[in-house]
């Protein structure tokens, strides 16, 4: 750490001065004085450091107002990378973005993670490595997305209902044991909502539900650019509502009746096997490879099989039950639909939609718009990057690290200022 760390009060203020350029709110000097209130000594001295470490350069002149035109400033995003992963039951992504969130490459692995922590860890490792020599860059941050609640203050799974031998195993305590950089770790579906609330299209800024179906069910709400984590990072699980008293219908976490034992991927499979000889293309693909999978279903649905069709049909109406719930208690203005669901094709989505709309309420749905995830199955590494960006370029944490040019050796700090904040 720089032999003059600055005060909290002046690193506050150097980390507002650069998040107002990075944010778009402030883009000249004269604004920058305006916005803040400071003299226009310490704001040009402020800003000149940024544009010293490589954080802002000088652009255009501004368009005149009359006066002297001023200088526009630009947040250079090309000046440092993140270095983001989505950790699922059966996969893992792992991309590289730049700091506004634009990605430059991402790796895919299918992959079982259950019981698996380390081992995990090792496949995302190798992915980063190969990603790093691909775009020649090195991490500042890590932002991690998990299939699973987490404690976001330590980076620790909470006794995650599809990941066992998860529990309580910290994502940020492996990285940083091989990598001098700060660490962020999340439940996946949080992420996948950031990443559609900044990045997904259209991009209205208003309150956003994200709904993911897959193998599993899952949701998380973003409100003015924050994530709701809840108490206990468990916001969002509603794959463990329960949805039927049907004994039978036992839930991988132990519970019966769950919304995801009836409408997740794994809980179609469950029950689609069993009835595999009312359908020709299911006995085939069952007989030839000797089990079904979620996308065996949902290749069923999209041809016409009108077993998994009424199946996956009958799943997208219950989610959208569910949802609309949610839409008239939270009352966001969009809800999008994510999850490998989309991928079955347009019959799902439209019977979600038409669900919903026709279930909430009539206030609630006045405004709404609902439509399906936009970031070709990336919104969650996107929402991953974001986040570490996010909490890497909070005011006093900016402030921290910005007289060294990278938040690298800073990651304890940073970690404990963005929990302390509460930063998204």
């Known amino acids: 750490m720089s032999a003059t760390t600055p005060s909290p009060q002046e690193a506050y203020i150097h980390g507002q001065l650069v998040n107002l350029v990075r944010t778009g709110q402030a883009v000249t000097r004269p604004a920058l004085e305006q916005q803040t209130r400071l003299g226009r000594k310490v704001v040009a001295q402020r800003v000149q450091q ?41 996969e893992v992504t792992a991309a590289v973005s730049t700091l506004d969130g634009t990605l430059l490459a991402s790796l895919h692995e299918d992959w079982d993670a259950a019981d698996r922590p380390d081992e995990t860890l090792e496949v995302l490792d190798g992915l980063f490595v190969r990603l790093a020599r691909r775009t020649r860059v090195e991490p500042w941050a890590f932002g991690i997305g998990v299939a699973g609640p987490v404690d976001f203050g330590s ?14 195993y910290s994502v940020r305590s492996w990285l940083r044991e091989r990598y001098d950089a700060p660490v962020w770790v999340d439940n996946d579906v949080n992420l996948m909502a950031l990443g559609e ?3 997904g299209t259209p991009n209205d800024g208003r309150d956003l539900l994200y709904v993911f179906v897959d193998e599993g069910v899952g949701a998380g709400l973003v409100s003015r650019g924050r994530v709701f984590r809840g108490e206990s990072g468990a916001a969002g699980d509603i794959g463990h509502t329960q949805v039927t008293e049907d004994p039978t219908v036992v839930c991988r976490c132990g519970r019966t009746g769950c919304l995801e034992a009836v409408t997740g991927g794994w809980g179609l499979v469950r029950r ?23 996308e065996d279903v949902g290749m069923a649905a999209r041809a016409g099989d009108p077993l998994a069709a009424a199946e996956v049909e009958s799943g997208a109406r219950l989610i959208g039950v569910t949802a609309a719930n949610l839409v008239n208690f939270v009352n966001p203005g969009t809800v999008v639909l994510g999850g490998g669901a989309v991928r079955v094709g347009d019959s799902v989505f439209e019977v979600f939609a038409d669900t919903l709309m026709r279930r909430a309420g009539t206030l609630a749905a006045q405004r709404l718009r609902v439509r399906p995830a936009s970031l070709d199955f990336r ?33 304890t700090s940073l970690q404990r200022t963005s929990v302390l904040e509460g930063l998204t």
Not at 156 to 165: F, H, N, Q, T
Not at 397 to 411: D, F, K, R, T
């Open 50 to 90: 940024a544009i010293d470490v490589g954080l802002l350069e000088d652009g255009d002149l501004a368009p005149s107002g009359g006066g002297r035109p001023s200088r526009l400033l630009r947040f250079r995003a090309e000046a440092g990378h993140v270095f983001a992963a989505v950790l699922g039951a059966t």
């Open 155 to 168: 980076g620790r799974l909470v006794a995650p209902p599809i990941l066992p031998g998860w529990d309580g």
């Open 379 to 411: 919104e969650g590494v996107t929402g991953a990057a974001i986040m570490a960006i996010e909490q890497m370029f909070g005011p006093a944490s900016l402030g921290l690290w910005i007289e060294n040019g990278s938040p690298i050796g800073y990651a």
């Open 197 to 199: 609330w900044h990045k």
């Open 272 to 294: 689609l096997t069993a009835r595999a000889a009312e359908s020709p293309l299911l006995s085939e693909r069952l007989a030839g490879q000797g089990r079904l999978t979620a």
